[in-house]
T-cell receptor, first 115, second 113 residues
Framework: DAGVIQSPRHEVTEMGQEVTLRCKPISGHNSLFWYRQTMMRGLELLIYFNNNVPIDDSGMPEDRFSAKMPNASFSTLKIQPSEPRDSAVYFC?????????????FGDGTRLSIL | SQQGEEDPQALSIQEGENATMNCSYKTSINNLQWYRQNSGRGLVHLILIRSNEREKHSGRLRVTLDTSKKSSSLLITASRAADTASYFCATALTGTSGSRLTFGEGTQLTVNP
C-alpha cells in the first residue's frame, strides 16, 4: 500500500513568496494532520481535519498560514507571504477510522527553506 | 509545556545492549504511543498502549505504562545499529477540539556497531 505522499520534498524560496505544500493521505483514512518540526520547538500540530472538515486549527501560527482539504485524497498547506522563520520540516499524517486508538501514518515531509 | 517529555535526551550504547527510554506526561490520557524517526524521514508508529494497559510487547520492543506516575518506558532489547534513530512518545487525549496527539521532544538513540 502506498503511504502518505507529500510534495515537494524540498522547497527553497525567497521571503514574500507563496508556498504550497501538498499531501495525499492513505486511501480510506478519514483524519489528516499537518505538523511542523523544528529544532527549537519540536513537532507541533498545526491543524487537523476529520472527514475533510477542519476540527482544530489552534496551532496555525498566524493568518499567513491556511490549509484546505477539498476531498478525501488531497490536502494543501499554504503560506502567503512566507518568512524566514517559517523554515522547517512540514509533515502530513493520516489516520484511519477508529479515531484515537489508531496510529498516525506520516509522510516523509517537506523541508522548507525561506531565504 | 510539552505534554510528553522524554528522558534521556540522548543515549549511546553498543550493539547488543538494551536501550531504555522514559516518557512523563501531565494530564489524563486515552493512550500513549511511541514513534521512531530516522534522519530525513517521517515518524513511524511503533506501539500503542491504552490507559487501561500496563505492559505491551512487539518483537524486541517492550512498553510499560504507569498512569499513577504518569510515565511510560520503551525498552529495546538486543539493539542493532539499525535502531539508531530518534524516539518520540505521544499522548493521545480527547478534548473539546477533538482527538489529537501531543509529541515529546524525543530521545536520540545511537547504537554503535
Amino acid at each position: 500500500d502506498a503511504g502518505v505522499i507529500q510534495s515537494p520534498r524540498h522547497e527553497v524560496t525567497e521571503m514574500g513568496q507563496e508556498v504550497t505544500l501538498r499531501c495525499k493521505p492513505i486511501s480510506g483514512h478519514n483524519s489528516l494532520f499537518w505538523y511542523r518540526q523544528t529544532m527549537m520547538r519540536g513537532l507541533e500540530l498545526l491543524i487537523y481535519f476529520n472527514n475533510n472538515v477542519p476540527i482544530d486549527d489552534s496551532g496555525m501560527p498566524e493568518d499567513r498560514f491556511s490549509a484546505k482539504m477539498p476531498n478525501a485524497s488531497f490536502s494543501t498547506l499554504k503560506i502567503q507571504p512566507s518568512e524566514p522563520r517559517d523554515s522547517a520540516v512540514y509533515f502530513c499524517a493520516s489516520r484511519g477510522t477508529g479515531g484515537l486508538n489508531q496510529p498516525q501514518h506520516f509522510g516523509d515531509g517537506t523541508r522548507l527553506s525561506i531565504l | 509545556s510539552q505534554q510528553g517529555e522524554e528522558d534521556p535526551q540522548a543515549l549511546s550504547i553498543q550493539e547488543g545492549e538494551n536501550a531504555t527510554m522514559n516518557c512523563s506526561y501531565k494530564t489524563s490520557i486515552n493512550n500513549l504511543q511511541w514513534y521512531r524517526q530516522n534522519s530525513g524521514r517521517g515518524l513511524v508508529h511503533l506501539i500503542l498502549i491504552r490507559s487501561n494497559e500496563r505492559e505491551k510487547h512487539s518483537g524486541r520492543l517492550r512498553v510499560t505504562l504507569d498512569t499513577s506516575k504518569k510515565s511510560s518506558s520503551l525498552l529495546i532489547t538486543a539493539s542493532r545499529a539499525a535502531d539508531t534513530a530518534s524516539y518520540f512518545c505521544a499522548t493521545a487525549l480527547t478534548g473539546t477540539s477533538g482527538s489529537r496527539l501531543t509529541f515529546g521532544e524525543g530521545t536520540q538513540l545511537t547504537v554503535n556497531p
